[in-house]
């Protein structure tokens, strides 16, 4: 049986708006994650999935560069220790620190702690799963990494978050048939992903492609397919 980690419907509820947010990628989109992480807070303050969220929204805020980390990664911390505190056999508060010590403290060896923790005791979850094939990329495992991203892409097709991760994945390691292909699947769900914009140039330009004239003519498809 899968555990429940509130007996609050409307905060579950909450926190499952929140989290579709963050996957939004969009920087406006973190910013409004927050506030349903917060009210399901209120509906449930022992609610440690939410405290997590919420880590997790002050940290991409930082990544996004909405907040400065002085501002916006103690709260994160906080939120991701009280997590922890809450339930420490919840995967995703695990994951919440291992993210922090992962990108902004540099620590290594305490994000591979934390990230493996997360994953062992949250397996089956998307965003744990997630963050953990982060930390094998950021460790130079790209193609465990890149396996298991396009496991969860099976079972979420319509993740943007998750097709701008194997589309870098696909960029860093010169695959740059696979990167088309895998940005003209972004590309509807999210046009405008800075991120992907800012490869494209440098994607048609390995392809043989002129970039700057390439780049108009795709996104004008892509914008047109969207109206």
């Known amino acids: 049986m ?22 939004e990628v969009a920087p406006e989109a973190v910013t409004k994650s927050r506030a ?20 997790d929204s002050y940290t991409y805020a930082w990544i996004n560069e909405l907040e400065p980390p002085d501002r916006a990664i103690p709260k994160a911390r906080e939120e991701a220790q009280k997590a922890i505190q809450l339930d420490n056999s919840a995967g995703e508060g ?7 010590k992962l990108v902004f403290d540099w620590d290594w060896s305490g994000a591979e702690q934390e990230l493996r923790r997360g994953s062992e005791l949250s397996a089956n979850s998307p965003y744990v799963r997630h963050w953990y094939a982060h930390y094998l990329e950021c ?25 701008e991760d194997v589309f870098q994945e696909y960029i860093w390691t010169h695959q740059w048939s696979l990167a088309l292909q895998t940005f003209e699947r972004l590309a509807p769900l999210y046009p405008n992903d800075p991120t992907a914009l800012r490869w494209l140039p440098l994607l048609y330009e390995r392809l043989g492609r002129p970039p700057w004239r390439s780049c108009r003519l795709f996104l004008s498809r892509s914008t047109s397919a969207n109206s």
Do not use: C, V
């Open 36 to 55: 349903y992480f917060e009210q399901a807070i209120a509906k449930d303050s022992d609610y440690a999935l939410a405290h997590a969220g919420l880590a």
């Open 2 to 23: 899968e555990k429940r980690y509130t007996e609050n419907p409307e905060a579950y509820n909450l926190y499952l708006q929140g989290r579709y947010l963050l996957d």
């Open 139 to 163: 460790t130079g495992r790209m193609p465990q990494a890149n396996a298991r991203l396009l496991e969860l892409i099976d079972a979420d097709p319509l993740s943007p978050m998750l097709i």
């Open 94 to 100: 695990h994951i919440s620190l291992g993210i922090i």
